[in-house]
Structure formats: structure tokens, C-alpha cells
């Protein structure tokens, strides 16, 4: 946002207020240029579970049409499969639904504070700006939850993403959702929203 200039006339005097901000894009639910956030997703099953596609420290509702996917020998993916001490686990994909973008689970043997592990988790990534940070209660535990902008410059468009890092006996995991773009996000925060509020610890 650029400068913005006011000259009011008050009485015999002229007062000149002058006002200067820069900002980064504000984080909303609702991107700028978009409509109203997407309708509750519904629960088509539960992933997590020993005999689901992916088997993880936590279980969670699944979005309709939402194909989850084991991810088999992460350690040879390198930094796709492994990030601050976190292993990629389990890739939800979106584009049966229609949306372009994944939900992605992270599993470690981080203890202690979901804000601890998130932020090892956000130390190794480079091209995050403007985090906003929150905490969530899920599963009767205190969760560490960011939204953020995701700005590589090899990349046409900033996007927003958000994590959330949920602590377990077994260790920290993290959700993450991606998406194409910024409406790609929204439409796709439904089945996140529905993840958090479902989840639960064995």
C-alpha cells in the first residue's frame, strides 16, 4: 500500500496529514478477488489408522474424494521427504475432489512443545514470510498452528499455506496444506478445517 495523503481545511487553518505503511499481503481466510470460504466438508472415512492407506501417530476424518498415499522411502527424497527433523509420512491428494494442491503429514520424535517442533520445521524452509502464529486445541492437546506466504522467487505467484504441528507419545506431526494458489488454498481449507477438528491421538 502506498502513501496516503489527506489535507483537511479546519477553520482559517490547513492541517496536512500525511500516512505511510508497508505491509506484506494480509492473511485472511478469504483471499482478496475471491468469494465467500467453501461449505464444511463432509466425512468420507478416517486415515491414520493401521488399516488405512497411511498409518501415523494420529487419525483423522477424511474429505470426500480426497486420495490419501502412503510415502514410501522419504529418506532418499531428500529435502522433499524431510524437513527440520520431520519425515514426510502421508500425501492427501485434492485433485480427485476437483482441487489442485495436497495435505501433507510430516511425523518426527520431537518432544515436547508443538511450537518447538513447528519451528524446527519452518527454520528449514527459507521462502516463508510473514508467519502469524496461534495456538489450537485438538485431540485435548494444545497444537501450534501458522498461516504464512510462501515467496520463492522461482515461482510466478506468493501463495499462502498453513501448517499445523499436533504433539503425540510417538512425537511431533505436522499438517500441512499447499495448494496451487490462493484460491486453490481456500477451496481446499474445508477438508484442513476438517482434519483439525476430528483429529485424534490413539
Known amino acids: 500500500m502506498g502513501g496516503i495523503k489527506s489535507t483537511c481545511l479546519v477553520a482559517f487553518a490547513v492541517v496536512t496529514l500525511t500516512a505511510a505503511c508497508t505491509s506484506e499481503p494480509e492473511l485472511t481466510a478469504t483471499p482478496p478477488g475471491t468469494s465467500a470460504a467453501p461449505a464444511a466438508a463432509a466425512s468420507a472415512g478416517r486415515v491414520g489408522g493401521a488399516d488405512s492407506a497411511c498409518k501415523l ?6 474429505a470426500d474424494k480426497w486420495k490419501p498415499k502412503a510415502i514410501e522411502d522419504a529418506e532418499s527424497l ?3 521427504g524431510n524437513q527440520g527433523g520431520f519425515t514426510a509420512a502421508c500425501e492427501i491428494d485434492a485433485k480427485p475432489a476437483g482441487h489442485l494442491g495436497f495435505l501433507r503429514i510430516w511425523t518426527s520424535t ?7 517442533a513447528l ?3 519452518l527454520a528449514a524452509d527459507r521462502h516463508i514470510t510473514v508467519p502469524e502464529h496461534s495456538e489450537a486445541q485438538v485431540a485435548s492437546t494444545t497444537a501450534a498452528e ?3 506466504i510462501r ?3 522461482n515461482a510466478e505467484v506468493k501463495k499462502r499455506e498453513r501448517l499445523l504441528s499436533v504433539p503425540t507419545p510417538s512425537g511431533a506431526v505436522v499438517l500441512a496444506l499447499g495448494g496451487f494458489d490462493d484460491d ?6 474445508p477438508a484442513y478445517e476438517l482434519a483439525k477438528k476430528s483429529l485424534r491421538i490413539p
Do not use: I, Q, W
Not at 57 to 62: G, K, W, Y
Open 57 to 62: 501417530p494420529l487419525s483423522f476424518d477424511l
Open 151 to 153: 515467496d520463492n522467487p
Open 110 to 116: 520431537k518432544t515436547g512443545s508443538a511450537r518447538a
Open 119 to 121: 519451528d524446527d520445521f
Open 184 to 189: 486453490e488454498h481456500t477451496n481446499m481449507l
Open 78 to 80: 531428500g529435502s522433499l
Open 146 to 148: 501458522v498461516t504464512y
